[in-house]
């Protein structure tokens, strides 16, 4: 066996491929006197991720979200020669939506897909390694099609949330369960499809279930062990808990809901979060407070339509914004808090940036929650004329759906029209910002809703809403629109029209494109800085999922996920004639540019 000098052993694990390998080669090897431990992904290769060009460690191409790449091989020059290089059928009988980012390490792709179902796929091949079909139970519930939105890794494990609210740790390796921990009661409506969030060895997760009245909450385990080290509702008046022990309720109890309202308030942190190694926090939106009958809850209903940031140590929130106070649009405020540093007048402030499906894109200080700007992103906005800067709150212009108590017989009230509907300006697919152009690409939809409430009771498992809708598109040529935005001016640089709702997320690039799908089922390059369309490709079934980029071997790659669902087909109303069409699917595409 040849000997290595100590001075020529890494002492820093690399963000390449297999680094993991070489280092178990090292200690087998005896060069470092003792056995090394396999870290596998770690906590500082994770806050690195989006530096990284070798690998796709984490949601959002990194903790904070940003969904951008330093990489430039495939640019504005070079982006017609982008080819497939492979593609990888999800196969089966079920093809729903397939919203899932791939995550790429130590030469596997990990993606999830519709019924709580995970691969991985041999990055160079496209050949499978292993695949998990989860055992769901009858009786799940979950509100907006079956799908799943990604993986985490750390460690040696792959970790993702299943449709009967579990989330599931996987080996890497084989695919075989590690562990499996409950996080809600999916029979009282609980479900789970987000992407893990991973914070200094913890894995961070909400919950899904807000039109079952199922209670909001930020958790975080062990991800080596799945052990719960804390809790935090995101309802106002429920008990948090921190290692075993309680930790405090969240807010003040009955100060934001009367009576007995709170304890099935909804807030559901149904879409995850993202975390800012700078500040140290944890951000998570909420959804609507429940039920969608806002008539039946005076106040504020803390912590709905809300981002809360909450310190990884305590579990406790740190400061809260509300975007929607006293909600009634189902204006879920669950869109991702993105972390970015904003240059404005020679000084660098701690900025985040959230557009909400309200339709306000807001600008906050991410250490203290405070607002700096919020301008409508999409062109039609009803219910406030805009957000008082001073108080954070907004101008409200009368556009609630009446009190079903003065109407006739009490059971249905007055409608109103509302712009934008509720699936929202923008939903959960999410933005990217780029640190090249210093813009925000928005995927954003122009449609409105006639909405009214109606009588409603809690009973356990059973929708409580107490809203009826029909959604419209506002034009009759498109509803989708990607939107390029300057945070410092809130203003709109560029717009790119889409017929059918956009619902994939977006990839910016240092070689000066953004990359996003349709469910027109094309994957498209455009142009950071005029939204010209430089390139497109087919990939037979609509795209809902959002696209990532590595570099291996010395070629940049590409990869997305076609397979058309979500919640718009189900929900669809007026726009069904948009999407009627457009066929089901499910696989994995990369691409590379071509020799
Ligand atoms: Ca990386
Ligand atoms: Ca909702």
């Not at 430039?72 to 593609?87: C, D, F, G, R, S």
């Not at 990888?88 to 093809?95: D, R, V, Y």
């Not at 429920?238 to 809901?257: F, Q």
């Not at 469910?519 to 369309?533: N, Q, R």
Request: with cysteine.
């Amino acid at each position: 066996m040849k000997l290595i000098k100590k001075e020529s052993i890494p002492v820093s694990i690399t963000n390449k491929p297999g680094a993991g390998k070489f280092l178990l080669a090292l200690g087998l090897a005896g060069a470092m006197g003792a056995p090394v431990a396999i870290a596998g992904v770690t906590t500082k290769q994770i806050e690195n991720d989006q530096a990284s060009t070798g690998d796709v460690l984490h949601y959002g191409m990194g903790p904070r979200a940003q969904r951008f790449s330093p990489l430039t091989k495939i640019n504005k020059k070079t982006v017609a020669k982008l080819v497939p290089a492979w593609a990888f059928s999800l196969g089966g009988e079920k093809q729903r939506g397939q919203e899932s980012q791939p995550l790429v390490y130590d030469g596997k792709i990990f993606i999830t897909g519709s019924y709580s179902r995970m691969w991985a796929v041999d990055e160079k091949t496209g050949a499978e390694i292993w695949q998990y079909d989860h055992r769901l139970p009858d009786g799940i519930m979950p509100c907006c099609d079956v799908v799943n939105r990604g993986a985490a890794l750390y460690g040696d494990l792959v970790l993702f949330a299943t449709l009967d609210a579990k989330i599931v740790a996987l080996s890497q390796e084989t695919g075989k369960v590690v562990w499996s921990q409950k996080v809600g009661d999916y029979k009282a409506g609980y479900s789970a499809t987000a992407a893990p969030l991973i914070v200094k060895g913890m894995v961070v997760t909400g919950i899904s279930g807000g039109e079952f009245g199922a209670v909001g909450k930020v958790e975080a385990r062990d991800a080596k062990t799945g052990k719960l080290i804390w809790s935090r509702p995101t309802v106002e008046g429920h008990m948090g808990y921190l290692n075993g022990k309680e930790n405090g309720i969240s807010g003040t109890l009955n100060a934001t809901w009367p009576g007995e309202t709170w304890k099935y308030g909804g807030a559901a942190t149904w879409l995850g979060g993202t975390y800012d190694p700078d500040v140290n926090l944890i951000f998570f939106g909420t959804g609507n407070p429940a039920p969608w009958n806002w008539h039946t809850r005076p106040g504020d209903n803390l912590f709905s339509a809300s981002t809360v940031a909450i310190n990884p140590e305590t579990g406790k929130i740190v400061w809260h914004y509300q975007s929607t106070p006293n909600e009634a649009w189902d204006f879920d405020g669950v869109n991702e808090l993105v972390p970015f540093d904003m240059k404005k007048n020679g000084k660098t402030i701690k900025a985040a940036a959230k557009a909400d499906r309200n339709g306000f894109f807001y600008v906050l200080n991410r250490e203290n929650g405070n607002l700096i700007s919020a301008n409508p992103f999409v062109s039609k906005v009803t219910w406030a004329s805009g957000i008082d800067l001073k108080t954070g709150r907004p101008i409200e212009t009368d556009n609630r759906p009446r009190n079903p108590a003065d109407s006739d017989d009490g059971m249905k009230g007055e409608h109103v029209f509302a712009a934008p509907s509720f699936l929202g300006g923008k939903n959960w697919m999410p933005m990217a910002y780029s640190q090249s152009s210093k813009m925000f690409y928005v995927p954003s939809n122009e449609w409105g809703m006639d909405i009214w409430n109606e009588p409603i009771t809690y009973k356990k498992g059973a929708a409580y809403m107490g809203a009826g809708f029909t959604i419209s598109p506002l034009y009759d040529d498109h509803i989708g629109v990607l939107r390029a935005i300057d945070p410092t001016t809130g203003k709109i640089k560029w717009e790119h029209e889409n017929p059918a709702p956009l619902w994939g997320g977006v990839l910016a690039t240092a070689g000066n494109l953004v990359f996003t799908g349709n469910p027109e089922g094309y994957l498209m390059a455009l142009d950071d800085s005029t939204g010209e369309v430089l390139w497109q490709f087919q990939t037979g079934s609509g795209i809902v999922s959002s696209p990532v980029t590595w570099e291996s071997g010395g070629e940049q790659y590409v990869a997305v996920l076609s397979g058309w669902g979500g919640a718009v087909p189900l929900w669809g109303g007026d726009v069904a004639k948009y999407v009627k069409h457009l066929n089901q699917g499910g696989s994995l595409w990369v691409f590379k540019l071509s020799k």
